[in-house]
């Protein structure tokens, strides 16, 4: 059973930044795509970047320019890089496949919050 782990966020003012971490117990070399949701009070779970196994990349544009997604194989590790960051990306970030038909269960997430 895969298990998600993810960590790294807090507490910061806007225009800080963040670098998240999201630990996988299982291998990811495998997985074709890996993504980082988000989900804030009161709203739907969204998709903010994905990246496949060859290192494409993909992201909402409500973060584009701003976060950067990598991943690390060999730590079977995905990142978030985030910087510039604004009031409207504080939410409980996760970690999970890029669709719906291969998520692994939720991990608990990590809170970020981003002050005014």
């Known amino acids: 059973q895969v298990q998600l782990v993810e960590s790294g966020g807090g507490l910061v003012q806007a225009g800080g930044s963040l670098r998240l971490s999201c630990a996988v117990s299982?291998?990811?070399?495998?997985?074709?795509?890996m993504g980082w949701y988000r989900q804030a009070p009161r709203k739907q779970r969204e998709l903010v970047a994905t990246?496949?196994?060859?290192?494409?990349?993909n992201y909402a544009d409500s973060v584009k320019g701003r976060f950067t997604i990598s991943r690390d194989n060999a730590r079977n590790t995905v990142y978030l890089q985030m910087n510039s960051l604004k009031a409207e990306d504080t939410a409980v970030y996760y970690c999970?496949?890029?669709?719906?038909?291969?998520?692994?269960?939720w991990g608990g997430g990590t809170q970020v919050t981003v002050s005014s």
């Open positions: 990246i496949a196994t060859a290192g494409n990349t």
């Open positions: 299982g291998s990811i070399s495998s997985i074709n795509a």
């Open positions: 999970n496949t890029d669709r719906s038909s291969t998520w692994y269960n």
